[in-house]
């Protein structure tokens, strides 16, 4: 069995989801690998941050160029826990992303909804990996936010 494979890296946005959760941000983790590598992690921090772009993904991507010393991530995968959002796939576009692999459907506000094809051509999506795991955690998070 191969150690590294998509359920762990998902497990280890899970991670970045959970500091998320506990600083009162929507539950959102991403971490970018390389070559079997976790090269970035990122969870959302729009709250802490005071800005609406602080999306996990878009975190990931600018610690990863920046660890590559490359704007392309052509040769990486973006795991994340719900679907990116029209702003995010728009950036994971530019990017040249290799392969995406997300937790969650975004019923709400994903890229798919607008439009499929917002990632660059060559991306490979995988959807569904820990998604059961993914949903519960943002409706539990949304659950706390509405008590």
Request: hydrophobic share 45%; proline share 2%.
């Amino acid at each position: 069995m191969d150690f590294y494979n998509d359920e762990y890296f998902m497990r280890e946005a899970m991670k970045e989801a959970v500091k998320a959760f506990e600083i009162g941000e929507v539950p959102v983790g991403a971490v970018i690998v390389c070559q079997n590598k976790i090269i970035a992690r990122a969870h959302n921090q729009t709250e802490k941050l005071t800005d609406a772009t602080a999306h996990a993904e878009m975190l990931a991507i600018t610690s990863a160029a920046n660890y590559l010393g490359s704007k392309y991530l052509n040769e990486c995968t973006l795991f994340v826990t719900l679907e990116p959002c029209v702003m995010c796939a728009g950036a994971l576009h530019w990017t040249q992303l290799q392969k995406l692999v997300f937790g969650a459907d975004d019923v709400q506000r994903g890229y798919s909804l607008v439009n499929s094809s917002l990632l660059h051509p060559k991306t490979e999506v995988i959807k569904g990996v820990k998604a059961a795991e993914s949903k519960e955690f943002l409706d539990k998070f949304f659950k706390r936010i509405r008590e």
